[in-house]
């Protein structure tokens, strides 16, 4: 399984961006993907989960309510749908996947990760 992430950018605070995590493989459907993110100088954290078929999402507190993951298995691709962004949300984002996992993931469990794609929010 490989992993592309898109979508990133220079938001201003209080807009949206929508990322993308684009997977090839035939197995995406096995694997619980996350979205992390890292902050320079920071660790790797989770900020969402979703389950293999998508039942079952986890947020980090910090994002619950402003962010949304989802996943569609056809087209082989998670999201992350994020709102009302602040300057704090400004980091390096990953998708993740671990093989049968179970949210929330940790960093250390991930079998495969994106490149990453920034997101930088500020006016």
């Known amino acids: 399984l490989q992993l592309v992430e898109s979508g990133g950018g220079l938001v201003q605070p209080g807009g949206s961006l929508r990322l993308s995590c684009a997977a090839s493989g035939s197995s995406f459907r096995y694997y619980t993907i996350g979205w992390f993110r890292q902050a320079p100088g920071k660790e790797r954290e989770e900020v969402s989960c979703?389950?293999?078929?998508?039942?079952?999402?986890n947020y980090a507190d910090s994002w619950k309510g402003r962010f949304t993951i989802s996943r569609n298995n056809r087209k082989k691709t998670a999201y992350l749908q994020m709102n009302s962004l602040r300057p704090e949300d400004t980091a390096v984002y990953y998708c993740?996947?671990?093989?049968?996992?179970?949210?929330?993931?940790?960093?250390?469990?991930?079998?495969?990760w994106g490149q990453g794609t920034q997101v930088t929010v500020s006016s």
């Open positions: 993740g996947a671990e093989a049968a996992g179970h949210c929330p993931l940790s960093p250390h469990a991930v079998d495969t």
């Open positions: 979703i389950s293999e078929s998508g039942d079952s999402t």
